[in-house]
């Protein structure tokens, strides 16, 4: 079993930045895949990124690439998600998940475990 809890959300102006965080208690943690999603109000959960168990793989939504940088430390049952040059379309709630399998999914329905979701308001 893993839990995952996100901080780091907040009001930024646009082209600001922010960090998440994702803590996960769990000694499997480090063999996990994981992913960080958003949700906007009235629209579907969408993929944003997502990363292998080592960092070495990762693959990101075409609306984030070169904006958002994922990283994880094991060490530290932590995964990380930098956002540059943030706009106001990136306003959404923003969620951790990791997946019981070998390559990082990009499908919210192939992840197994989920955070609260974590707050991210842009003003223009």
């Known amino acids: 079993q893993v839990q995952l809890v996100e901080s780091g959300g907040g009001l930024v102006q646009a082209g600001g930045s922010l960090r998440l965080s994702c803590a996960a208690s769990?000694?499997?943690?480090?063999?996990?895949?994981m992913g960080w999603f958003r949700q906007a109000p009235g629209k579907e959960r969408e993929f944003v990124v997502a990363?292998?168990?080592?960092?070495?793989?990762?693959d990101y939504a075409d609306s984030v690439k070169g904006r958002f940088t994922i990283s994880r430390d094991n060490a530290k049952n932590t995964v990380y998600l930098r956002m540059n040059s943030l706009k106001p379309e990136d306003t959404a709630i923003y969620y951790c998940?990791?997946?019981?399998?070998?390559?990082?999914?990009?499908?919210?329905?192939?992840?197994?475990?989920w955070g609260q979701g974590t707050q991210v308001t842009v003003s223009s």
């Open positions: 998940a990791a997946a019981r399998t070998t390559l990082p999914p990009i499908s919210a329905g192939r992840y197994d475990y």
């Open positions: 769990g000694r499997a943690f480090m063999t996990y895949p």
């Open positions: 990363i292998d168990w080592s960092g070495a793989s990762t």
